[in-house]
C-alpha cells in the first residue's frame, strides 16, 4: 500500500477529527415563506461499513476522469451508483435491506457570485448522524434521525460547481437516542428534504408567536434576528407593529383579540415578518391550552382527547412522507371521529403539524427518549435535549401542537428522573405555551400509576397492554381505583395485534376478533375512569420493525387498526370510531 494510504488505515484516531457536534438548534433560520432551492433528486450514493471514506478522506477527493487517473481509487464520489433523495435506502435495494452504517451522497452545487447574500443549506432528516463536507472541507455534524438541521454555506462557497458531500451514518449505539433497541425499524438515510436557503445579510432566525399565558387579548411576539435594529411584524386584520431589537433579540406584547384556534374552527392568521431586506411568512393560529386539576382545558373549556397514535412508516418508502400519505392519514382520524393525534416516537415531518392546524388536529408531539436510553451520560443528554430544542423551535407556531412528549416508557431510575425533569424544565423554559408529558409507569405489583417523573409533568401518559401482554384484563379497572392521579390521565397506548392476511388466525391472539374485543374492553372501562382524559390507542397502521418475527408478525408490528396496505381497515376501527362518536356527542 501506499505510505498515507497505510498510515489511514492504522490511523485508529481518525474519527476524534469528526466528533464536533456543532450543527445544532442554534444554527437554525426561520424558513416559513422563504423560498428554497431544492436539492432533492438523484445524488451519488455508497454504502460504507468500514469508515473507509473517513479514514481515506473521500471527501478530498476532485474529479477526474477514470482514464487520467494514475491512483486506483476505491470509491468515486462523483459517478457510478444513484440514489433519490429523499429516500430510505433500505427500500432502494435488497442487499441493503439490513445495512448499517454509514453511506455517503454526492452532488454538484453550481452558484453564482453573491457578494451581498448568505446562503443556508437546511437537511429535513437524515438518520443518524450527519456529516456535512463542501469543496473537502468538513463543516460539521448533526446528531438525531428526525430533527431538521441547517449549515452555513456563505464563507464555504466558491461561484461555480462545488461538491456537497454528506456521510450519514444509521449504526445503532447505546449512547444514542434512542438506543440500539426500539420498535420500530432502523431506516437510514437522508429522507426528508435537503434545501438551499439565500438571504440578505440580515437573516430573520425565529419568530415565535402565541397568545401571551392566561389571555385572550394579548399576543407574544419574539424575534431572532442578525443584522437588524428592528422588525416589522403584520398578522393580517389583527395588528401591525415595529418590535425593537436589543442585541438581536426582539419580544413585545400585542393587544389584540384574536379569532381562536380549535378543532371545529381551525382559524389560522397569515403573519409576515420583515427586518432589513430579509422577510418570513407564516400561518398562526392562536388557542389556551392549560391543565386544571385533572382537566385539560382548550380556550378555557374541558376537552376529552379522542386520538390515534401513528408511527411515520410506509410500506414502500420507509420513513419518507408524502403529501399524500399525510392527507390519507388525516382522513383516517376524521372516520375515527378524531380530534387529537400522537406522533409517535420522535418529530415526525412539519408537514404533519401544518395540516393538523388546517384540520383542526390536535398533536402530541414526541422525542425519542425511548426505552432504557443511556441516562447517567451527559453526551446522551446534550442530543436529547438538542432534539427537543430543534422540535420545539421548529414547530412552536402550530396551534394543533399541544403537547411535547419528553419520553416513553423509561425505568423509574434516580438518572431517568434527573434527565427527564431536566427535559420537562427545558421544554417549559422554551415555550410556556404547551403541556408536557411522557408515557409513564404502573407499578405491576401495586397496581398503582406510580411513577416519579409524573410531578415534573401536565399530563401522566400511560401506555397499558391489558388483555395482551398483561393477561388478566380486569387489572386495568384495578389499576384504575387503586390510582388517584391530580393529574389528567392520557392513555397514551393500548392495543392488540391482528393479523387479516390469509395466514392470520380465525380466533385467539392475533386474530381480528380478538382484536376487536380487546377495543371493546378497554373504551368501556377507560370511559369510566373520571381521571382519564383522552387516549390515542395504538396504532393506526402496521408498521414494520426488525424486533417483531413471530408466525404472525413477519417483520411487522400489527396493532394496527388498519393493515399496511393503508386501506384495509379491520373490525377495531369501527369499534373506536363508534366509541369516538359516543363521546363527541357527549362533548356537546
Ligand atoms: C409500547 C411501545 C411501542 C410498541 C408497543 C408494542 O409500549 O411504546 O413503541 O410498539 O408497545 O406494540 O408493544
Known sequence: ????????????????????????????????????????????????????????????MQPQPPSERSEPWDYDPFMGEVVPVPSNWQMLQDKWYFFEGGSWYTRPLDLEPDPDGRLFLRVGAASYDCKVF??????????????PFFVELTDHVRPGRNWLMLFVDNRRQADRVPMQNTDWFNYGGVYREVSL????????????????????????????????????????????????????????????????WSPE??????????????QVRDRVGFRQIQRRGTEILLNGSPIWLR??????????????????????????????????????????????????????????AEIPVYWAIDFPNPATRADAENQLAELIRRDRNRASVVIWSIGNENADTDARLDFMSGLAAHARAMDPTRLIAAACLVNHQTLRIEDRLTEHLDIIGINEY????????DDLGRIGKNSSPD???????????????????????????????????QTATLAGLDYVKGMSPWILYDFRTERRQGIYQRGWNRKGLIAADKTTRKAAFDILAAFYAERAKEAK
Open 1 to 60: 500500500l501506499a505510505e498515507n494510504a497505510l498510515a489511514a488505515l492504522h490511523d485508529e484516531g481518525y474519527a476524534r477529527a469528526y466528533d464536533a457536534r456543532n450543527l445544532t438548534h442554534r444554527g437554525m433560520i426561520f424558513t416559513g415563506g422563504r423560498v428554497a432551492q431544492s436539492l432533492d433528486g438523484e445524488w451519488n450514493f455508497c454504502v460504507d461499513l468500514l469508515d473507509t471514506g473517513l479514514r481515506q478522506k473521500w471527501f478530498a
Open 134 to 147: 463542501l469543496n473537502g472541507t468538513y463543516l460539521g455534524n448533526h446528531l438525531g434521525a428526525s430533527t
Open 197 to 260: 436557503y439565500r438571504t440578505p445579510r440580515t437573516v430573520i432566525r425565529d419568530l415565535v408567536l402565541s397568545l401571551a399565558p392566561d389571555s385572550y387579548d394579548r399576543i407574544t411576539a419574539r424575534v431572532e434576528i442578525e443584522g437588524a435594529d428592528s422588525a416589522r411584524l403584520q398578522i393580517e386584520g389583527l395588528a401591525e407593529v415595529e418590535i425593537p431589537l436589543t442585541d438581536g433579540v426582539g419580544e413585545i406584547e400585542i393587544a389584540a383579540s384574536p379569532r381562536l
Open 265 to 278: 374552527d381551525p382559524h389560522l392568521y397569515d403573519v409576515t415578518l420583515t427586518a432589513g431586506a430579509d
Open 307 to 364: 386520538g390515534i397514535a401513528v408511527h411515520e412508516d410506509d410500506r414502500d418508502l420507509g420513513k419518507v412522507t408524502t403529501e399524500e400519505d399525510l392527507i390519507r392519514r388525516f382522513d383516517h382520524a376524521r372516520d375515527l371521529n378524531c380530534n387529537f393525534m400522537r406522533l409517535a416516537h420522535y418529530p415526525h415531518h412539519e408537514r404533519a403539524a401544518q395540516l393538523a392546524d388546517e384540520r383542526g388536529i390536535l398533536i402530541w
Open 466 to 473: 391489558y388483555g395482551w401482554y398483561d393477561e388478566d384484563f
Open 487 to 521: 393529574r389528567p390521565v392520557v392513555i397514551s397506548e393500548t392495543g392488540a395485534d391482528a393479523d387479516i392476511s390469509p395466514e392470520g388466525p380465525a380466533e385467539g391472539l392475533f386474530s381480528e376478533a380478538y382484536q376487536a374485543e380487546i377495543y371493546r374492553k
